[in-house]
């Protein structure tokens, strides 16, 4: 496995294009299955996340096929197998959302429960109360989920807490069903509304993505359909936080400012200077960043998954923040090795209260999830001297093209491989 090799204090400068949203293209990916005929999807990232949900249709049996410049061709006329191998979804929580399409187009699903990132308890009772309302019958054994049903029925759900996989998941699965279906609470994330006009051009009938109540309106089959695959914020807002922590000027092409407005709303809270124009988010700061307070939410409020990248930069602000993780509460797993980079952070709970260095200094470092791996790599390139972080098979899970794309902001940065591992591999 390769490791990273950053040497901090370069300025960032210059243009990168955004990659397609991670989450997005898994929650279309899925959805897909729900469609007889061929779909092609644009814009699709070059990831991990997306390679394992590509192994995850092909060993349902469908086609799925990726071509040069992110397009990739799934056809779901036939899906030969109806159970998902826990080896896919222990990789990947997203894949565990095969399980409804595949229930709805074959009358029975059996999928292993989800593995993905360690950032806390990530249980799946909302799916599953979601489906069995839709009238599936369903048992949970040996580390399996197992629906069974003669046919989905249109329902309401109330979710607990406004999931975007269970909102994902439950609405992809009532497209099928007959009659109407209502979810409450549901998420209001742009992935939602992403995978909602995707299965819309797929002959779906939606309303209410978006908002909080979301109502499907069951229909008899589905096609493929062709789709574009909007930007990824959380790789943007990534990026416009090493703009910010290396004082530098940072354009990001094919950004979708409503999508990344409370991040860009609190960016400009410390000090940065944050610009849209034709879809183009420009990132500038030439001081010190000033230090503000986040507290994570539900979209329209502050993203979880840039909450580890955003401390990075507050750990080199001027004054305290205070840093609240409401979402996920293992998502502080990045803060020792901050605290190893010279950091000063109380965490406690759900809560992380940072009082700002005047610099960081380079370490060895371990990416211990995919965000905290983005949090280190912004510290690093802020820091003073050389960095090395292993684990970065976490940041290619949901990165495309990282190290390329910070060179070509002028960061001094390299993936190399690394020998420590080997030496522990072979003696
Ligand atoms: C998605 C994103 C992830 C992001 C998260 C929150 C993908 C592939 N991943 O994950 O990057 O961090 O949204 O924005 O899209 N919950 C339950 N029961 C359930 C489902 C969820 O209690 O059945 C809880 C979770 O424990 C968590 C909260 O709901 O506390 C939000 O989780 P959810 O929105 O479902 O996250 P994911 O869809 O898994």
Redesign the pocket.
Same mark, same amino acid.
């Given at each position: 496995m390769d490791k990273l090799v950053l040497t901090g204090g370069a300025r960032l400068e210059g243009t990168i294009v955004s990659s397609g949203s @991670? $989450?997005?293209t898994? *929650?279309i990916m899925a959805g897909a299955l729900l469609g007889k005929g061929e779909t092609v999807l644009h814009n699709v990232p070059a990831i991990g +996340?997306v390679r394992t949900m590509m192994d995850m249709l092909r060993a349902l049996g469908v086609k799925c096929e990726e071509y040069p410049k992110g397009i990739v061709r799934i056809d779901a006329t036939e899906i030969d197998v109806t159970e998902a191998p826990y080896e896919l979804v222990k990789r990947?929580? #997203?894949s565990f959302?095969v399980l409804g399409p595949v229930l709805a187009r074959k009358g029975y699903a059996k999928v292993a429960m989800?593995g993905?990132?360690d /950032?806390? *308890?990530?249980? /799946? +009772? &909302? !799916?599953? @109360?979601g489906i069995q309302a839709l009238g599936a019958y369903v048992n949970i054994d040996h580390g399996f989920v197992e629906a069974e049903c003669e046919r989905l029925c249109g329902t309401e759900v109330y979710? $607990? &807490?406004?999931? #975007?996989? *269970? =909102?994902?998941h439950i609405m992809s699965t009532a497209c099928l069903a007959d009659g109407m279906t209502v979810i409450h609470n549901a998420?209001t %994330?742009p %992935?939602v509304t992403q995978l909602t006009d995707f299965l819309t051009a797929m002959g779906a009938r939606i309303e209410g993505a978006g908002t909080n109540t979301v109502r499907i309106e069951g229909v008899k089959e589905l096609r493929g359909a062709n789709y574009e695959v909007p930007a990824d914020r959380?790789e943007a807002g990534t990026f416009a936080v090493a703009a910010v922590i290396t004082r530098g000027d940072v354009r990001i092409e094919e950004v979708q400012y409503d999508d990344i407005e409370p991040f860009t709303l609190k960016l400009r809270e410390v000090g940065a200077i944050v610009d849209f124009a034709d879809n183009c988010m420009r990132v500038r700061c030439n001081a010190r960043p000033m230090a503000t307070d986040i507290m994570?939410m539900? !979209?329209p409020g502050f993203? =979880?998954?840039l909450q580890q990248p955003f401390a990075a930069l507050l750990a080199t602000a001027q004054g305290t923040s205070v840093v609240t993780e $409401?979402?996920? %509460?293992r998502?502080f797993r990045y803060v020792n090795e901050l605290i190893r980079m010279g950091a000063d952070i109380k965490q406690d709970g759900r809560t992380a209260v940072i009082n700002g260095v005047v610099k960081l200094t380079g370490v060895q470092a371990v990416a211990s999830d995919?965000?905290a791996g983005a949090a280190l790599v912004c510290a690093a390139l802020g820091a003073e001297g050389k960095s090395e972080i292993s684990g970065i098979e976490h940041l290619q899970r949901?990165y495309e093209n990282m190290v390329e794309k910070l060179k070509a902001l002028g960061a001094q940065v390299s993936a190399v491989p690394d020998e420590q591992e080997k030496e522990t591999v072979f003696v």
């Open positions: @991670k $989450n997005g898994l *929650a +996340d990947m929580r #997203a959302c989800p993905g990132c /950032i806390g *308890a990530r249980p /799946i +009772d &909302f !799916h599953v @109360k979710l $607990n &807490f406004p999931s #975007a996989g *269970a =909102t994902q998420a %994330e %992935e959380m994570t539900p !979209h993203p =979880t998954d $409401n979402v996920y %509460e998502r995919l965000r949901g």
